[in-house]
């Protein structure tokens, strides 16, 4: 894992723009994995920036999202479709027919998720997945206790998803499940970009970063991936033990890119 502990969350969104700028300026038909939340909304203002000021398209580029709840519409309001377009698809060059995300409301949840993991393999897989954490150590909508080995599937939210996606309790209205990649498909992406700011999120950071390999916490999963980066502001950084590592590894790469200039 490259893990960067940055000055602030607006550090932390410019760098995850660079990556993703860095890969679609090396591969213009890039396959990008996105997530919705708060975390990533900064780093989306930033592409879209790059985008309106003509030094990125997404002409080319193909995104999977990682999950929609179950049971609403496109154009329901707390839909993840509805929030990608406002976020971030309706306002750069993206083609909408190459923007996937999995259909909340079809007939057959586990016919669609199947039908989603198989899309991604078909496209020949992500080439970069982004991913925010849970504060209870979720990614995507993979709920502790969600096996490692789990491929795109349906999935009932946690009671603190709810809370923390203001949700309120399980009723009629609000979404209660949700179709989400699994643990393996996420860890099948040819990269990882983890982001993660603000102290509410120290806690799920350190169990997942330093913790143990457990579905206790499925973020703890990253772990296994050989391309992995991870970008925190000092407070998501709070509760690491290794900073100090971290650091080293730090000036490391700063002394490498300065002797390559
Ligand atoms: P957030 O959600 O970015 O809204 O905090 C992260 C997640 O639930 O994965």
Redesign the pocket.
Known sequence: MDVWILGSAQAVAVKAADLCTELIQRKPDARLGL?T???PQALYAELIRRNQRGRLSFSRVETFNLDEYLGIGPEHPRSFHRAMRESLFDLVDIDPSNAHLPAGDCDDPATEAEAYEALIGARGGIDLQIL???RNG??GFNEPGSSLGSRTRVKTLSRATLR?NQLGEPDFEAPSMAITMGIATILDAGALLVLATGAAKAPAVAAALEGPLSASCPASAIQLHPRATVLLDPEAAAQLRLTEYYALVDRARRRLAADSS
């Open positions: 997530a939340g708060t975390t925010g954490i849970g979720h990614i923390d």
